[in-house]
């Protein structure tokens, strides 16, 4: 008992023999909020300017992508990933989006939308190329012809 308590404090304090950048995902380098992608990106931006909307929005589990047609953000969850040094394919688990619908279905009952990809071979992967720490682009994916820049904190 004494020894997973002492493993438990070494965790939850930081003093785990592991440093802490093993313990992050592949795609850490990714999380956060960028723009373009759609349009080139006008100039040097501002964190009010950048995050007042961003275009894409990565998280460990969850990308958010906005449209030009829609109001919200659209979710994909990641299934799973495959990285490398500079480029990272990202598969999204299948799905429907609950808040859009096509319209009336069968016997008026409304049909679910499914969820929109980004332009690439299927709607359910991503392909992203890290241009610097701050630049990427969506290699192959008609959505994003322009490159991505991350969003600054101030």
Do not use: K
């Not at 501002?46 to 659209?74: E, N």
């Not at 799905?95 to 049909?111: E, K």
């Amino acid at each position: 008992m004494r020894r997973f308590v002492f493993l438990v404090l070494l965790t939850f304090t930081g003093l785990s023999s592991q440093p802490a950048a093993a313990q992050l995902p592949p795609h850490a380098w990714l999380f956060g909020a960028w723009t373009g992608g759609l349009f080139p990106v006008p100039g040097p931006l501002t964190a009010q300017m950048c995050l007042a909307q961003p275009v894409v929005i990565f998280t460990q589990d969850i990308v958010l992508r906005a449209t030009l047609v829609d109001q919200t953000y659209h979710q994909r969850v990641i299934e799973t990933l495959r990285a490398g040094p500079q480029d990272l394919d990202l598969r999204f688990a299948p799905g429907v989006n609950p808040l859009a619908v096509l319209g009336a279905g069968l016997l008026g009952a409304d049909t679910p939308r499914p969820q929109s990809g980004f332009g690439c071979e299927t709607s359910d992967v991503l392909h992203v190329h890290r241009r610097s720490d701050n630049e990427i682009t969506f290699p192959g994916c008609a959505d994003f012809p322009e490159p991505l820049v991350r969003c600054p904190a101030r």
